[in-house]
T-cell receptor, first 114, second 115 residues
Framework: GAGVSQTPSNKVTEKGKYVELRCDPI?????LYWYRQSLGQGPEFLIY????????DSGLPNDRFFAVRPEGSVSTLKIQRTERGDSAVYLC????????????FGPGTRLTVL | AQSVTQPDIHITVSEGASLELRCNYS??????LFWYVQSPGQGLQLLLK??????LVQGIKGFEAEFKRSQSSFNLRKPSVHWSDAAEYFC?????????????FGAGTRLFVKA
């Protein structure tokens, strides 16, 4: 079956603009995670959804970042008033119910803020 | 604070040689430990995980890892490396028991394989 997909694969924007990054998890996976990976670093946890609700958003760096998952499947990460420091690869992962299960990662969206 | 340390930024081994990638964690409770591999242009893939029980765990692609509580380590090993193993390897611990579900990753070790 299809894996986790993320669109767009690359996004270039200007400082101050708004961006949306989309994640399509594996069908049937109720858990969904967003991570941010900067160059030379490991993935940094942002937010975890179980179904439609954000069960843990403790990793969101500030209130410019927001994520939704209205129907418990596709998720959108939204970044307002982008800053150059937001440039990174944004990864999405999904898993079967429960965070103890294997997370399946998407290929990521590379965000560049000029 | 919880953390994961991978002391080696990069390692080079010859094809056919053995491999050990180091991982140390700082976590107050019994951790859930993972190793992931990230190949160029590929998403992160789980190699193996430790939750409880036997401290030596087997994974895919011939990898294994050993949990040593006394050393707070979870080192990844492979007896004979193949050129296709060249990639970045990440150790992770989670979920962090703060009432949330955070998984913390190390900074990664890049493996180079020479012929």
């Amino acid at each position: 079956g299809a894996g986790v997909s993320q669109t767009p694969s690359n996004k270039v924007t200007e400082k101050g603009k708004y961006v949306e990054l989309r994640c399509d998890p594996i069908s049937g996976h109720t858990a969904l995670y967003w991570y941010r990976q900067s160059l030379g670093q490991g993935p940094e946890f942002l937010i975890y959804f179980q179904g439609t609700g954000a069960a843990d958003d403790s990793g969101l760096p500030n209130d410019r970042f927001f994520a939704v998952r209205p129907e418990g499947s596709v998720s959108t990460l939204k970044i307002q008033r982008t800053e150059r420091g937001d440039s990174a690869v944004y990864l999405c992962a999904s898993s079967l119910r429960g965070h103890y299960n294997e997370q399946f990662f998407g290929p990521g969206t590379r965000l560049t803020v000029l | 604070a919880q953390s994961v340390t991978q002391p080696d930024i990069h390692i080079t081994v010859s094809e056919g040689a053995s491999l050990e990638l180091r991982c140390n964690y700082s976590y107050g409770a019994t951790p859930y430990l993972f190793w992931y591999v990230q190949s160029p242009g590929q998403g992160l893939q789980l190699l193996l995980k430790y939750f409880s029980g036997d401290t030596l765990v087997q994974g895919i692609k011939g990898f294994e890892a050993e949990f040593k509580r006394s050393q707070s380590s979870f080192n990844l090993r492979k007896p004979s490396v193949h050129w296709s193993d060249a990639a970045e390897y990440f150790c992770a611990v989670g979920p962090i028991n703060t009432g949330g579900f955070k998984t913390i990753f190390g900074a990664g070790t890049r493996l180079f394989v020479k012929a």
